[in-house]
Nanobody, 121 residues
């Protein structure tokens, strides 16, 4: 079994910064794409950024130049550095990853439990 556990969310003033972390644990053999999504009440879960194993990454237009996604393959961890936060960034942020397990080496998609980010004006 694989678990994704996020941390780093919280309350921050507009213009501030936060760094989210997500660690994959359990029977992890390899991790392909890792990403961050966010969801506000009453709306769907939207992709914020993703990063491939080789470091290739992309972002939704609204966060380009403000957010940076990175990963540490040795630690099975993905990060999201968020700067110049605005109230529009307020959401629950979810980690997502395509993980192959040491049990059968099949790739499955996993979600974390979410970490809330609140940006006050």
């Amino acid at each position: 079994q694989v678990q994704l556990v996020e941390s780093g969310g919280g309350l921050v003033q507009a213009g501030g910064s936060l760094r989210l972390s997500c660690v994959a644990s359990g029977t992890v053999f390899g991790i392909e794409i890792m990403g961050w999504y966010r969801q506000v009440p009453g709306k769907g879960r939207d992709l914020v950024a993703y990063i491939e194993r080789d470091g290739t990454s992309d972002y939704v237009d609204s966060v380009k130049g403000r957010f940076t996604i990175s990963r540490d393959n040795a630690k099975n961890t993905v990060y999201l550095q968020m700067q110049s936060l605005t109230p529009e960034d307020t959401a629950v942020y979810y980690c997502n990853a395509d993980v192959s397990t040491a049990l059968d080496f099949r790739v499955r998609n996993y979600w974390g439990q979410g970490t809330p980010v609140t940006v006050s004006s």
